[in-house]
Every structure is written in structure tokens, then in C-alpha cells.
């Protein structure tokens, strides 16, 4: 790169500065909000980035490239789209505004075609790593992709969460050399300075774990000082310097900043600066390699030159830069004020008229925008995979049965069938077996980006490596398990390939991935996940391997739906409507309906129940209504009054059930007719598709002013104004709204304390869940009427 483009380039990046910086001042003191709370926005964290985007956009990517941008550096983003021509300039002027762009990068809603969501640190930073993990599975499976470099833009103090090392850490994430990840180090967080010099640590991890790593310390100004006589004495100051005492210098100016720069120094730096006069000082100390660009671009170029490892460059930046908060260690959330955003806009020669314009299409910044902007249009990407996926694959259990090795079978059955078979990929952290998909892998092998020996023959678990696997296995990491379903729900746009991603987890520990669970959904992403096994019929797990209040996270998770179901062929049903779903679903988008567009979260437990009361319930109502009924969330399984016509002028009670408590609330039921009360059993397959149903009648009634129906999917179900008992294996309140749904009194029965260990009736005793509980809750309901 020569000079002049180098000239062309910073001319483009102090555009970027000033928009990034006036997008978040217009924010805060253009618009009136009238509700008295700070708007806020990042400044400075911004402008530490703007040399590195800029150089990103303006002369490294491709159109294939894919990048996740630092959740607090969304202005940089914003500007340099929209000097490209991909945004809008009335949303300039709208950053946090309703309907405007997002605080923080949104895949969903922003409108110029953020790649990565990013907001909770560290997840943003991984997403790319996961998706170029994504890539290798797709070239592998599907033929090779055009070559993406997959990019994250991280804050320093990201490399705080444990997730990243985490993800850095996994073997499914090793070799891929067409990660960089860029660390804004500008040894700022939040609060503070970061304290030490914590570079050497990360770079031993991130060497460890078999990366390339490369330090963009000093700019050129530094390096040129540093090759006088006597350079390497400043050099050595600088470098040994704490943190704290090289972040106070961008305060300062004159002999007050060499004052404080040389103290403690050792002998020969006074001498050295001594003829540098006091206003060149600071610019010298404080030039760094993350705001040179030509160092940048080389940097990018050495990591292009990896191809066999990601790549990791440490681009030392000032927060703040180029704006009087630069270093400032309360500047996270600062403001520029109205007159220092004055004098800046004077700085760059614009004018109130001129501020938000782009650059002249005729000026070599206007020539090359127009160049990049051709550079890196893309095509849109095809959603559906247009595929049938069958209504069920007529799993069929005559004896007792768990939804868990249910789960399993119906995988193996999709497996087998032409259309659907090679689209499904599962991916667990290291609970594959234990959560029965072990058939899926017999059938279909492991993924390996190379063929790999087998070492031992084992006739239950046929454990292949090769690259025509479907099943990517992950270390105990939650966190890597929904980041990596997330990236998988979300390769139709970022790897031009839609896959049926499935995977699997023990429950209780859904809450330990949660946040990233929350990340992918966010982000739009589309995938099945498997809690299980589930609850306390984990019995003798104890207390740390039960789970209770998931049921309530998948309730009310957007962009998930949450399905518990008790039998096989429900299960079946629901887990190929599920993935009929994400095969063929529309896009997620602004304005699109809050259909059910989103991820599936099964509930499962390996608890064998008999089937029987289901095949009645099947000859009873028919395949196609019972079908229709499990799926939109619930069914009658017994109606009292059919099995017990004796009861028609019996008090009437409901049993409302969902997964593996069943059997004790079908045992209820036939006491209480064994008391002369008509007791019709509930089998609710999808909480939240009921909830949902509910919510949206009861909405519709208080925006119209109008009275709300009983939605169709509890009428088919339940009897209207009938007092209603509860059953959960999962805290009691998750299913306690059912009561005012249906007009009755509820008596919600549930666990609702810490688990430990024991065998399904001791524990069901210690909660109230045996059948004899539940005809007392049922007598209470009754009573309460
Ligand atoms: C999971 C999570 N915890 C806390 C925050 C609040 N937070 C936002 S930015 C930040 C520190 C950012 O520091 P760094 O990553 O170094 O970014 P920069 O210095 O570039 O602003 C924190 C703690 C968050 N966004 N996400
Ligand atoms: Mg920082």
C-alpha cells in the first residue's frame, strides 16, 4: 500500500470518527426522549476501533468475509455503512431510538446486515469461530463454500469471560485458519485500567491452544524514535511501564506529561527525549500500532499467510482516540460535549449543513468507497431448505418407554430418510451417549475434518471419525454447545447452507449455556436442543443433576419454544413438526409476526412410562385431532366423563400434566372416580405454546378494549371454569397461570426446592407428587371453587 492510499484511508477514517462520534452525541443531546433517562452510547470505545474497521472495510474484505464488531463500537459499524451506501441516513440521527439502529450490533434488527449480534462480552467475540467451525462441516459435507474469513473485533477486557477460552480451548474449534481475531487492547474496561501487563499471559494461552498470535504495538512515529541511538531505552521504558501511569499521560500536555512520563524511568530515557519538544512528546509516547494503519493491513496480511491456525492480533489502541476523552480512565461512558463536538466538526471542516454528508464521490476517499461498496455486495441467501420433513417416522412403543431414548430413535429414523437424513447435524458437549444419541452416530459417524484410525471396536457405539460424520462432539462446555447450535441455526446465511442442527445437553445444565442459549436465539438462529435427562426423576443424581426451573427458562425465552412431552408418539410429532419448522420457517425480521419462528427446547427424561394411556387416548380421539392437539400444546388424555359414565353429575376436577409425572397423575385420577369425582387428565405437551395462545387473546382483548376469548388450543383441552390441580417435575410456578387461563382455582403442585438424591417415589413423596397428593390438591381445588 503507498502513501496515497494510506492518505485516502485516513481521510475515509476521520469520516468514520467524526459519524461514529456525532451518531452517538445526536443521540444524546438532538433528540428529545422525555423520559429522563440518559440515552448513552460509547465514544471512546469507539474511536479506538476506527482504525482497524476502517482498514477492515476500506481495504481487507471480501464480500464473503463475515465479521462480529465489539458490542460498543456499533457507531464505526453504523458509519461505515452507511458511507458505503448500506444504510439509510435518517437512521443516523436514530442510534437507540425505537425502530432505529440497536445499541449494540443486532443481526435481527439492525438494518444493514450485521453478521454477529454482540452484546454480552464474549459471546459476539466467539460466534465467529463457531461459525467457521460451521463452515469446515458444511465444505466437508455439502462441497466447498468461496473461502470466508470469519473476524471478531474484541474489547480486551472480553478476554476476561470464560467463555472465549472456553471456545478457544475446544478441539472442534482447532485448525481453522480462516479465524482472525482482532483485540482492541487499549487496556481500558469499564471502570478501570486493566491492571498489569496481562499480554504475555494471553498470548501464552492463545499460543497454547495452537494459535498464531501477532502484537501491532507501536506506530511508526515510536518505531522510527525507537531505531535512533539510544531508542532502545525508551523503547524499555515504554514497554515496562504500568498500564495505569501510561493511560494517565493522554491527560496530559507539556512538561506536566513529561513529567509524569518520566517517572521512575531509568537513566538515558531523560537524555533521550530531552531535545523532543514538550508538544511532540505525548503525540510520540502515545503512538500506537492499533491507529497506524499500514501496520494494521500488514498485520491482517501475516494472518491471511496462516492458513493452518486462527489467528489472534493484539492492536494496541487508545480509547478515545482522536477525541479530547482519548486515555481518559473514565471514559467509557463519557459524552463529548456540544462544544467539544463543535470544535471537532470545525476541525474536519464541516459545518452544521455538511455534517452528515458522505464523501464526494469524486475525491479519491469517494472513489474508493464507490470501489469497496461493489467490492463487497453480496447476494441474499435462501433461508428454507425445502425439504419435506415427514409429519412422523412412526416410532412405535408397546412397552414402557422414556422421552429420552424416544428422542433417539426418531433421530435414527430421520437419518434414515432420503430428504431429511444428510441436513441433520448434533453436537453435544460430551454427553453424546448419555443422552441417547449413540443410534444417530452408529448411522452416521462422527465429524473429523480429516479420516481418523480407530483404535477400539465397540458394537454399542460405533465411534467413526471422518469428515462425512453428522455428529460434532464438544467438550463439557454449555457455553460452546449453544454457540456452536447457534452458528449452525444460522449457516444458511453465514456458510450458504441450511442444516437441521439437534443437540443435546443435561437439563440443569441448559443454565449453564444459557447465556449463549439466549445469544442464538437473539441472533435469530434456528435448532432443536434437548434438555435431558430432566427434574427429579433423575432420582438418585441428587440435588446438582436435577433441574427444576428450566421449564419456566423455556417458557419464557423468546425465540424458543418450549415442549415437554410425556409420550412417544407425541414426542415424535413434535420433533418432526420442530424441524419441518426450521426447514421451511420464514425469516426472522423486524416486521414479521411473532409467529413461531425460533429454536425448540424439548424437556426429556428417562423415565420409562406406559404407553397405553396414550394408544387410548389415539383410539379415542382419532390420529389427525390428536396430532393437531399435541402440537398446538395439549390434549385431553383421559376425559373422565367417557372413561366413567356413572360420574356425568360428579364434581368435576382437571389434572394438568406435563413429561414423566404422568403415570402418578393418571393413578390420581382414577382414585378420585374411585371417590365419585370426574377427573379428566391434562397432557400438556408445550407450555409455552398454550401460555402463548393465552397471552395473545388476553393482548388482543386489552388492545381493543374487548373481552378476551378462551383460546382454541386450551378450549380443545380443558373445561372451561373447572377448578384445575397442577402437576410439574419442575418448579410448580411454571404452570400456576393455568388457573386464571381457564377462570377456575389451580392448586399448583410442583418442586420447588433444591433436589437430592433418592429413588422417584421417595423424592415424589418429599414433594407432594404422588397420587395420593394429588388427590388431596385435587380436593382443595374443589373446594376452593
Ligand atoms: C457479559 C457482560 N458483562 C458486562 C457487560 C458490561 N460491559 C460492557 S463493556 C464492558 C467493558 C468493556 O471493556 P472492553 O472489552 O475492554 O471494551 P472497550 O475498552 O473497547 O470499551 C463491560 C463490563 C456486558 N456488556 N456484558
Ligand atoms: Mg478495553
Known amino acids: 500500500m503507498n502513501q496515497h492510499d494510506l492518505d485516502v484511508l485516513d481521510e475515509i477514517q476521520r469520516r468514520v470518527l467524526w459519524l461514529a462520534t456525532r451518531i452517538v452525541d445526536a443521540a444524546n443531546h438532538d ?142 474449534t482447532t485448525g481453522l485458519g480462516n479465524v482472525m481475531w482482532l483485540v482492541d487492547f487499549n487496556r481500558q474496561s469499564l471502570d478501570r485500567v486493566v491492571p498489569g501487563v496481562r499480554i504475555n499471559q494471553w498470548r501464552g494461552q492463545f499460543e497454547a491452544a495452537g494459535w498464531h498470535v501477532v502484537e501491532v504495538k507501536y506506530g511508526r512515529r515510536l518505531a522510527e524514535a ?10 524499555d521504558w515504554i514497554d515496562a511501564m504500568p498500564n495505569e501511569q501510561y493511560q494517565s499521560l493522554f491527560g496530559l500536555t507539556g512538561p ?54 486462527p489467528s489472534v492480533v493484539f492492536a494496541y489502541t487508545v480509547k478515545g482516540w482522536g477525541l479530547p476523552i482519548a486515555g481518559n480512565p473514565r471514559n ?28 464526494d464521490p469524486a475525491s479519491p476517499a469517494g472513489i474508493r ?6 467490492a463487497l455486495s453480496r447476494a441474499p441467501r435462501e433461508r428454507a431448505l425445502r425439504v ?86 464438544l467438550g463439557i462446555s454449555e457455553m460452546n454447545l449453544f454457540l456452536l447450535l447457534g452458528q449452525l441455526g444460522l449457516s444458511w446465511d453465514l456458510s450458504a447452507q441450511p442444516l437441521l442442527p439437534v443437540g443435546t445437553v443435561y437439563d440443569p445444565f441448559v443454565l449453564r449455556g444459557l447465556d449463549a442459549f439466549l445469544y442464538g436465539t437473539y441472533s435469530g438462529s434456528r435448532f432443536v436442543v ?67 419462528d425460533g429454536a425448540y427446547y424439548f424437556r426429556l427424561s428417562t423415565r420409562p412410562i406406559d404407553q397405553a394411556p396414550f394408544a387410548a387416548a389415539r383410539d379415542r380421539l382419532g390420529d389427525a385431532v390428536l396430532r393437531r392437539q399435541v402440537v398446538a400444546g395439549a390434549y385431553r388424555l383421559v376425559d373422565a366423563h367417557q372413561a366413567h359414565p356413572h360420574l356425568a353429575d360428579a364434581p368435576v376436577v382437571q389434572l394438568a400434566a406435563s413429561g414423566a409425572v404422568l403415570p402418578e397423575v393418571l393413578a390420581a385420577a382414577a382414585e378420585l372416580a374411585e371417590e365419585g369425582i370426574a377427573a379428566h387428565v391434562v397432557d400438556v405437551t408445550s407450555l409455552d405454546r398454550l401460555y402463548r395462545a393465552w397471552q395473545r387473546t388476553l393482548r388482543q382483548g386489552v388492545r381493543t378494549a374487548t373481552v378476551p376469548s378462551v383460546p382454541g388450543a386450551l378450549r380443545s383441552a380443558f373445561a372451561d371454569r373447572v377448578p384445575v390441580v397442577t402437576v410439574h417435575d ?24 433444591f433436589g437430592q438424591s433418592g429413588s422417584v417415589p421417595e423424592l415424589y413423596e418429599l414433594h407432594d407428587l404422588l397420587p395420593g397428593s394429588i388427590v388431596n390438591a385435587a380436593l382443595a381445588a374443589l373446594a376452593l371453587r
Not at 62 to 68: H, L, P, Y
Not at 732 to 753: F, Y
Open 31 to 172: 433528540r428529545n426522549t422525555g423520559d429522563g433517562v440518559k440515552v448513552g452510547g460509547h465514544q471512546a470505545s469507539s474511536a479506538s476501533l476506527v482504525t482497524a474497521m476502517t482498514a477492515l472495510w476500506f481495504a481487507h474484505l471480501d464480500a464473503e468475509d463475515r465479521v462480529a464488531v465489539k458490542p460498543h463500537a456499533s457507531p464505526v459499524f453504523h458509519a461505515i455503512q452507511y458511507l458505503l451506501g448500506n444504510l439509510d441516513r435518517s437512521y443516523l440521527t436514530r442510534l437507540r431510538a425505537r425502530g432505529g439502529l440497536q445499541s449494540y450490533p443486532s443481526r435481527t434488527k439492525d438494518p444493514d446486515g450485521v453478521d454477529f449480534s454482540t452484546g454480552s462480552v464474549g459471546l459476539g467475540a466467539a460466534a465467529p469461530l463457531f461459525a467457521a467451525a460451521t463452515r469446515r462441516y458444511v465444505d466437508a459435507h455439502f462441497g466447498v463454500r468461496p473461502h470466508s474469513r470469519f473476524v471478531a473485533l474484541i474489547g480486551d477486557a472480553e478476554l476476561d469471560e470464560g467463555n472465549i477460552w472456553e471456545a478457544v480451548a475446544d478441539p472442534a
Open 226 to 235: 525507537y531505531a535512533r541511538p539510544g531508542g532502545e531505552r525508551l523503547r
Open 256 to 309: 506536566a506529561l513529561r513529567k509524569q512520563f518520566l517517572d521512575g524511568a531509568p537513566a538515558g530515557v531523560a537524555e533521550f527525549v530531552a531535545d523532543i519538544p514538550d508538544d511532540e512528546l505525548g503525540p510520540l509516547v502515545t503512538d500506537l500500532g492499533g491507529h497506524d494503519m499500514a501496520a494494521l493491513l500488514d498485520a491482517y496480511a501475516r494472518c491471511d499467510a496462516v492458513t493452518d491456525r
Open 332 to 359: 467509557h461512558s463519557a459524552l463529548l460535549t456540544t462544544e467539544q463536538v463543535d470544535e471537532l466538526r470545525a476541525a474536519y471542516g464541516l459545518t452544521a449543513e455538511t455534517e452528515w454528508d458522505r464523501l
Open 369 to 374: 468507497t464507490g470501489e469497496r461498496r461493489e
Open 388 to 473: 419435506t420433513v415427514p409429519e412422523s417416522t412412526r416410532v412405535r412403543a408397546t412397552k414402557p418407554i422414556s422421552t429420552q431414548e424416544v428422542f433417539g430413535r426418531v433421530l435414527v429414523e430421520l437419518a434414515r430418510d432420503g430428504q431429511v437424513g444428510r441436513y441433520l447435524v448434533t453436537t453435544a458437549p460430551d454427553v453424546a451417549t448419555s443422552t441417547n444419541l449413540a443410534g444417530f452416530i452408529n448411522k452416521t459417524g462422527v465429524f473429523a475434518p480429516t479420516q481418523q484410525r480407530s483404535w477400539s471396536e465397540d458394537r454399542m457405539l460405533r465411534w467413526t471419525e471422518s469428515p462425512a460424520g453428522q455428529h460434532i462432539e
Open 530 to 596: 434437548a434438555g435431558t435427562p430432566s427434574g427429579i426423576t433423575l432420582a438418585p443424581e441428587g440435588g446438582a443433576h436435577q433441574s427444576t426451573i428450566t421449564a419456566s427458562v423455556g417458557l419464557e425465552l423468546p425465540g424458543v419454544t418450549f415442549v415437554e412431552p410425556a409420550y412417544a408418539s407425541a414426542l415424535d410429532w413434535l420433533l418432526c413438526d420442530a424441524l419441518g419448522q426450521i426447514a421451511g420457517g420464514p425469516a426472522p425480521s423486524a416486521t414479521a409476526a411473532p409467529a413461531e
Open 730 to 753: 419442575a418448579a410448580s410456578h411454571a404452570m400456576a397461570w393455568l388457573g386464571s387461563a381457564l377462570g377456575a382455582p389451580a392448586v399448583p403442585l410442583g418442586v420447588d426446592e
